[in-house]
């Protein structure tokens, strides 16, 4: 990837996206960087690793776009002028992210979203394509404009702030025909949905489920026809305040089994909490009389107690199955599971734009490869955490052969 030092004064999007094959094709890097043994270095042997899930063909609906990624000494205060310390320009979008990070696992990710027929989202397809994101499902407009956020990363606090431009004309259901669908939804193991391009996305979950396709929705917040959309899912990764939002419970615990409890479909729910890691519920296959009723929250704060403090690396501590109770809500058949996060050393933490959409790309490459839950959450926490050492949010996403990741799948 290139990275620019900018003048303030330099507004990004006149820069010529035709320079973007340069910043995703192989041969942009330096001879250094492209040599075998550099490579070696920093992959593994393929002999090394498990095999391939048998069905890796991933479904997905959602948001593309482009990222203008800006990193600053310190956020500017208002009617500041200060300068990058250097900038990124490249693909991002929920969906656009997850997919990337999905098929540099392995898998064969198909986008069905919208660009427009502009240098950026020319940059767009193209870096799909080097990736091995299947892109002939994307709707290309010969007017308007493609969508694109500006980011600005604070590399004192380690935040980002986004400022998002959506593209023109929106996508409309009509544009993606029933031949097309069916192409799509041909032979994928499961479809994950970012909850935008929501008439879209219901008209995909709909054929999904008729097809008996696994759903995984992403719910990062409240959206149109997020509601129904849930009610086809088979599973959900949710942002840390979505679920109490959602159900109104007191507590994240409560609020994962009010979800489960309110989508009969939902296998199990997972909640996002950054450095914290994560917190997921799992129904239960078959109903058990004899399991004792426990409190959910006072089995997190079990679960946590047993949490090794000194651990760098993910971990996940898993109650047994029992019927979780949250009261005033009801009561759940089931499993408490809760993952930490990488401890990455503050010289190493660069940028978490797209830590998230890194995280569902491992559990969409995790529900392929029928990985326990166990299994599955310190990979996907892992996975993320590789992916914030480096600006932007595909820059620093692993390959299945990084050797970072050996010891997870």
């Given at each position: 990837?290139?990275?620019?030092?900018?003048s303030?004064?330099?507004?990004?999007?006149?820069?010529?996206?035709?320079?973007?094959?340069?910043?995703?094709t192989?041969?942009?890097?330096?001879?250094?960087?492209?040599?075998?043994?550099?490579?070696?270095?920093?992959?593994?042997s393929?002999?090394?690793l498990p095999?391939?899930?048998?069905?890796?063909?991933v479904?997905?609906c959602?948001?593309?776009?482009?990222?203008?990624?800006?990193?600053?000494?310190?956020?500017?205060?208002?009617?500041?002028?200060?300068?990058?310390?250097s900038?990124k320009?490249?693909?991002g979008?929920?969906?656009?992210?997850?997919?990337?990070?999905?098929?540099r696992?392995?898998?064969?990710?198909?986008?069905?979203?919208?660009?427009?027929?502009?240098?950026?989202?020319?940059?767009?397809?193209?870096?799909f394509?080097?990736?091995?994101?299947?892109?002939?499902?994307?709707?290309?407009s010969e007017?308007?404009?493609s969508?694109?956020?500006?980011?600005?990363?604070d590399?004192?606090?380690?935040?980002?702030?986004?400022?998002?431009?959506?593209?023109?004309?929106?996508?409309t259901?009509?544009?993606?025909?029933?031949?097309?669908?069916?192409s799509?939804?041909?032979g994928?193991r499961?479809v994950?949905?970012?909850?935008?391009?929501?008439?879209?996305?219901?008209?995909?979950?709909?054929?999904?489920?008729?097809k008996?396709i696994?759903?995984?929705?992403?719910?990062?917040?409240?959206r149109e026809l997020?509601?129904?959309?849930?009610?086809?899912?088979n599973?959900?990764v949710?942002?840390?305040?979505?679920p109490?939002?959602?159900?109104?419970?007191?507590?994240v615990?409560?609020?994962?089994?009010?979800?489960?409890?309110?989508?009969?479909?939902?296998?199990?729910?997972?909640?996002?909490?950054?450095?914290?890691?994560?917190?997921?519920?799992?129904?239960?296959?078959?109903?058990?009389?004899?399991?004792?009723?426990?409190?959910?929250?006072?089995l997190?704060?079990?679960?946590?107690?047993?949490?090794d403090?000194s651990?760098?690396?993910?971990?996940?501590?898993?109650?047994?199955?029992?019927?979780?109770?949250a009261?005033?809500?009801?009561?759940?058949?089931g499993?408490?599971?809760?993952g930490?996060?990488?401890?990455?050393?503050?010289?190493?933490?660069v940028?978490?734009?797209?830590?998230?959409?890194?995280?569902?790309?491992?559990?969409?490459?995790?529900?392929?490869a029928?990985?326990?839950?166990?299994?599955?959450?310190?990979f996907?926490?892992?996975?993320?955490a590789?992916?914030?050492?480096?600006?932007?949010?595909?820059?620093?996403?692993?390959?299945?052969?990084?050797?970072?990741?050996a010891s997870?799948?």
């Amino acid at each position: 990837m290139l990275t620019l030092s900018l003048s303030p004064c330099l507004n990004p999007t006149s820069l010529n996206l035709v320079l973007f094959r340069h910043w995703t094709t192989p041969t942009s890097l330096p001879p250094r960087l492209r040599s075998p043994l550099v490579k070696a270095r920093f992959k593994m042997s393929s002999d090394s690793l498990p095999p391939l899930p048998d069905n890796r063909t991933v479904l997905g609906c959602g948001g593309v776009g482009l990222d203008f990624l800006a990193a600053v000494a310190s956020f500017p205060k208002p009617d500041d002028k200060i300068r990058s310390t250097s900038l990124k320009v490249q693909g991002g979008g929920n969906a656009g992210n997850a997919l990337t990070c999905a098929a540099r696992l392995g898998l064969n990710p198909r986008i069905i979203s919208k660009v427009a027929d502009d240098p950026q989202g020319k940059g767009i397809v193209e870096e799909f394509e080097a990736d091995g994101v299947d892109t002939s499902f994307l709707v290309v407009s010969e007017e308007g404009n493609s969508p694109f956020t500006y980011i600005i990363v604070d590399n004192q606090t380690k935040t980002r702030t986004c400022i998002h431009t959506p593209g023109e004309p929106p996508m409309t259901p009509d544009e993606l025909s029933q031949t097309a669908l069916l192409s799509a939804l041909d032979g994928a193991r499961i479809v994950y949905l970012d909850g935008r391009l929501p008439e879209t996305a219901m008209i995909v979950a709909q054929e999904a489920s008729r097809k008996d396709i696994p759903i995984l929705i992403d719910a990062e917040r409240q959206r149109e026809l997020l509601d129904d959309l849930l009610k086809l899912a088979n599973y959900a990764v949710c942002s840390v305040k979505f679920p109490q939002v959602w159900t109104g419970a007191p507590s994240v615990p409560s609020a994962l089994v009010s979800m489960l409890l309110r989508l009969p479909n939902l296998r199990f729910v997972i909640v996002t909490l950054g450095e914290d890691g994560c917190i997921m519920v799992e129904r239960s296959l078959t109903e058990s009389p004899q399991l004792e009723e426990v409190d959910v929250d006072s089995l997190l704060e079990q679960l946590k107690q047993k949490k090794d403090d000194s651990a760098t690396l993910p971990t996940c501590i898993s109650s047994l199955e029992t019927k979780l109770t949250a009261t005033g809500i009801g009561t759940l058949s089931g499993r408490l599971l809760v993952g930490t996060a990488e401890k990455v050393p503050p010289s190493e933490l660069v940028d978490t734009t797209g830590a998230g959409d890194a995280f569902i790309g491992a559990i969409l490459y995790a529900i392929c490869a029928n990985m326990p839950p166990e299994k599955m959450l310190p990979f996907a926490a892992q996975v993320a955490a590789v992916g914030c050492r480096a600006l932007g949010a595909r820059t620093g996403l692993p390959h299945r052969t990084d050797p970072r990741l050996a010891s997870f799948l």
